[in-house]
């Protein structure tokens, strides 16, 4: 019902930036929230921001508060994710995530569960 293709991943040193994006197709209009995640070698997903379709209401993790914006481009059914002050641990796997149906609480969540379509993922690495 939902697919979503994300881009923009690449190799960057210690302090560099990168902008992420994340195309929504099919049946877009009843997604509520959507968010980025990412994954590193031996370590479980983890909520990096989150974005209300409607409304443009955030949420970051502590990690990246500061050095990464989400946002979105409702007209292309876009969300992107600008990462400012790279540092190495930010080198993951990172994943785009959608929530079809009702937005359920004030606070957008950074928790897996809570999404139920994921894109394939992009490639970050960080080298210092």
């Known amino acids: 019902q939902v697919q979503l293709v994300e881009s923009g991943g690449g190799s960057v040193q210690a302090g560099g930036s990168l902008r992420l994006s994340c195309g929504a197709f099919?049946?877009?209009?009843?997604?509520?929230?959507m968010g980025w995640f990412r994954q590193a070698p031996g370590k479980e997903r983890e909520g990096v921001a989150a974005i209300a379709t409607v409304g443009g209401t955030t949420n970051y993790a502590d990690s990246v508060k500061g050095r990464f914006t989400i946002s979105q481009d409702s007209a292309k059914n876009t969300v992107y994710l600008q990462m400012n002050s790279l540092k190495p641990e930010d080198t993951a796997m990172y994943y785009c995530?959608?929530?079809?149906?009702?937005?359920?609480?004030?606070?957008?969540?950074?928790?897996?569960?809570?999404?139920?379509?994921w894109g394939q993922g992009t490639q970050v690495t960080v080298s210092s």
């Open positions: 995530a959608a929530h079809y149906g009702a937005r359920l609480a004030p606070l957008l969540p950074l928790t897996e569960y809570r999404y139920n379509y």
């Open positions: 099919g049946y877009t209009y009843s997604i509520s929230y």
